[in-house]
């Protein structure tokens, strides 16, 4: 079997579908040395780059019409098996459209917000549309996805859509330093951790007024990410918590793993933003963290639900609920036999779970078997 994947999000750009875009073929790759798996990466670079038994191909993106000319090309050219987008717009319309038209299988993953939102121009709602109905299968990334993209767009057959949760491996670490060091936080501060955008949907500015809550200076907050800093720089200095939240911008990705090491708790607190129709899919970095032994406080919004083992794991608060996040910080911190009993069960639950066998082995049988 050949496999082709297609993206436009991919490392070293940083966040959930960027990890997915690299680590779905890369697996695949290196589970079935028997296929040949190669992925095509539309950004700003050009080149190619081998990792382990994956091919990787960078082209530049020019323009969607030349992007749409180069997807052509690749599939006319490759004789694929299978072809797989992983990311929706603009790629996922070229793959769909002509691997339509060469007649080879095409396979979409959806994350949230892209099959929620109604937002954008008349002219992306309609090839988002085209790209759902010539697509021959849709892999959601949660139940949650999957609910809402039928909710949204009634006219899919629910047979051609598989949930496949992503897979998750140890984060390898490049340079390693103490996090802790770094921002001068001693060994029996409490640790919470953030790690996603900062916009208000992803729960920072909740997550900041939950450790003022706590009422404990012993409780810290690491901030990592990009975005509105600005504004959470200074709703912090107005509340005077400076001396326990720190912001340490965006983090290169073979530098996190510091981070989880450093954290005694992980929590991005989100919500769904109804003016922008964003929602979060599931959610990777809660699942690094537990596969590093660091308990989770999530919300009950999108598919954020299932990658904690709640009141096993980590906890489940209601979205925007201040009080009930500062009340699991404490209690994580305060219990520590609570605490070390979650701590093992986080690594347990995610390699029992989230492995990539288990996900490579849902995709395989449909780009095998197609759609039952």
Same mark, same amino acid.
């Given at each position: 079997?050949?496999?082709?994947?297609?993206?436009?999000?991919?490392?070293?750009?940083?966040?959930?579908?960027?990890?997915?875009?690299?680590?779905?073929?890369?697996?695949?790759?290196?589970?079935?040395?028997? $296929?040949?798996?190669?992925?095509?990466?539309?950004?700003?670079?050009?080149?190619?780059?081998?990792?382990?038994?994956?091919?990787?191909?960078?082209?530049?993106?020019?323009?969607?019409?030349?992007?749409?000319? /180069?997807?052509?090309?690749?599939?006319?050219?490759?004789?694929?098996?299978?072809?797989? =987008?992983? =990311?929706?717009?603009?790629?996922?319309?070229?793959?769909?459209?002509?691997?339509?038209?060469?007649?080879?299988?095409?396979?979409?993953?959806?994350?949230?917000?892209?099959?929620?939102?109604?937002?954008?121009?008349?002219?992306?709602?309609?090839?988002?549309?085209? &790209?759902?109905?010539?697509?021959?299968?849709?892999?959601?990334?949660?139940?949650? &996805?999957? #609910?809402?993209?039928? +909710?949204?767009?009634?006219?899919?057959?629910?047979?051609?859509? =598989?949930?496949?949760?992503?897979?998750?491996?140890?984060?390898?670490? #490049?340079?390693?330093?103490?996090?802790?060091?770094?921002? #001068?936080?001693?060994?029996?501060?409490?640790?919470?951790?953030?790690?996603?955008?900062?916009?208000?949907?992803?729960?920072?500015?909740?997550?900041?007024?939950?450790?003022?809550?706590?009422?404990?200076?012993?409780?810290?907050?690491?901030?990592?990410?990009?975005?509105?800093?600005?504004?959470?720089?200074?709703?912090?200095? /107005?509340?005077?918590? #400076?001396?326990?939240?720190?912001?340490?911008?965006?983090?290169?990705? /073979?530098?996190?793993?510091?981070?989880?090491?450093?954290?005694?708790?992980?929590?991005?607190?989100?919500?769904?933003?109804?003016?922008?129709?964003?929602?979060?899919?599931?959610? $990777?970095?809660?699942?690094?963290?537990?596969?590093?032994?660091?308990?989770?406080?999530? =919300?009950?919004?999108?598919?954020?639900?299932?990658?904690?083992?709640?009141?096993?794991?980590?906890?489940?608060?209601?979205?925007?609920?201040?009080?009930?996040?500062? /009340?699991?910080?404490? $209690?994580?911190?305060?219990?520590?036999?609570?605490?070390?009993?979650?701590?093992?069960?986080?690594?347990?639950?995610?390699?029992?779970?989230?492995?990539?066998?288990?996900?490579?082995? +849902?995709?395989?049988?449909?780009?095998?078997?197609?759609? +039952?």
């Amino acid at each position: 079997m050949k496999i082709g994947y297609f993206t436009n999000n991919f490392p070293p750009r940083i966040g959930g579908v960027a990890t997915y875009s690299f680590e779905l073929p890369y697996f695949m790759a290196q589970n079935h040395p028997e $296929i040949e798996v190669g992925v095509f990466v539309f950004g700003k670079e050009e080149g190619t780059e081998t990792k382990g038994n994956l091919k990787i191909t960078r082209l530049k993106k020019n323009s969607p019409l030349s992007m749409g000319k /180069e997807v052509a090309k690749i599939i006319a050219k490759n004789k694929f098996d299978v072809v797989h =987008t992983t =990311t929706f717009f603009p790629t996922g319309f070229f793959v769909a459209l002509f691997a339509k038209i060469f007649r080879v299988k095409s396979h979409l993953t959806v994350y949230g917000t892209e099959v929620v939102t109604n937002r954008g121009r008349l002219i992306t709602k309609i090839v988002q549309y085209l &790209t759902l109905i010539l697509v021959s299968h849709i892999f959601p990334f949660s139940q949650s &996805t999957n #609910n809402l993209m039928f +909710k949204r767009h009634k006219h899919l057959n629910k047979k051609k859509a =598989t949930v496949a949760c992503p897979g998750i491996s140890q984060l390898e670490i #490049n340079k390693k330093y103490s996090v802790r060091d770094k921002f #001068n936080i001693k060994g029996d501060d409490f640790v919470v951790l953030f790690v996603g955008r900062l916009v208000e949907r992803k729960g920072a500015f909740d997550l900041i007024n939950a450790v003022k809550k706590t009422g404990d200076e012993k409780v810290k907050l690491i901030l990592v990410g990009g975005g509105e800093r600005k504004k959470l720089e200074k709703h912090v200095s /107005e509340n005077n918590l #400076n001396n326990q939240i720190y912001f340490a911008g965006s983090v290169p990705r /073979e530098e996190i793993l510091n981070y989880y090491f450093s954290a005694d708790v992980f929590s991005m607190p989100s919500f769904f933003d109804t003016n922008l129709e964003d929602i979060e899919g599931l959610g $990777i970095v809660y699942l690094e963290a537990q596969i590093n032994g660091v308990p989770v406080i999530g =919300t009950s919004s999108g598919g954020i639900p299932e990658a904690i083992d709640d009141n096993k794991s980590g906890f489940v608060v209601e979205p925007r609920d201040v009080l009930a996040l500062s /009340e699991k910080i404490n $209690i994580l911190k305060n219990d520590k036999k609570l605490y070390e009993r979650m701590s093992q069960a986080a690594k347990d639950f995610v390699k029992k779970e989230f492995s990539w066998q288990k996900n490579n082995d +849902k995709h395989l049988e449909i780009y095998k078997n197609g759609s +039952k």
